[in-house]
Every structure is written in C-alpha cells, then in structure tokens.
C-alpha cells in the first residue's frame, strides 16, 4: 500500500521519491493520532502540504478503506470540507498532539502552515 500511495503522490503532485515518504508518513501519523482521539473535540486538522497526501490517500477509496478496516475496526475520518479556511493555529497544535502521542512529527512539513488550518467541519470527527 504504501509504495502506491508514493507512486501516486509523484503523479499528482510535482514531489520526488523523497518528499512524498515524508509526506505520506506525515499523513498516515495525523490519520492514526486523529483516529486514536475521536470523540476529544480537539478538531485536529493537517495543513495544506500534508492534506495532499491525506487526499490522495483517501481517494485511494480501496486501500483506505482496508487500511481502516484493519486499524481502526472499519470506522474513517469523514472529509467534510469548509469553504473558508480557519487562521487559529490549528495546524501547530494538531502536529503538537501527534507528538504526543509517539510520532516522530517532521516539522519543516507542518511549519508552513502552523498559522492556518485546513479546511475541515468543526465539531465533527472528519478531516
């Protein structure tokens, strides 16, 4: 799985080999730490470099969906796009949680956005 979701992240996007791994393991880090506290009312949200590989991976609809079958007992972060992007830090405290909670969080990835937040539902266990 995760050699396609490389793959498919160069094809979509202008990365190499290297930044989609980062990427893509900075995506798989947020979904596990966002999946693990569902329900905390944290809205944690990825910024817009890491939701690229958060969306490449979620409309790889099969690999996804395995792999939260497999995880996660079958239960998905929804996405649940605003129209308008929030400016409160949500980015910053969002790669702090995961942190936290044991990941290895490669912060040049987040810092970009810390100020922002991606565009997700507040209130909702989405991304």
Known sequence: MWDREIQLLMRDHPVDEVMANRL???AVSYLI???????????????QLVDLAVHVFILDTKNYREFCAEHFGGK???????IEFKYDGSVERTAQIIADAGFDVDWKLWERDHGKCGPCSPGSNCH
């Open 76 to 82: 998905f972060l929804e996405h649940i796009p605003e």
């Open 24 to 26: 893509f393991g900075a």
């Open 33 to 47: 730490t966002a999946m693990e506290k569902w329900g905390q009312g944290l809205e944690m949200c990825c910024g």
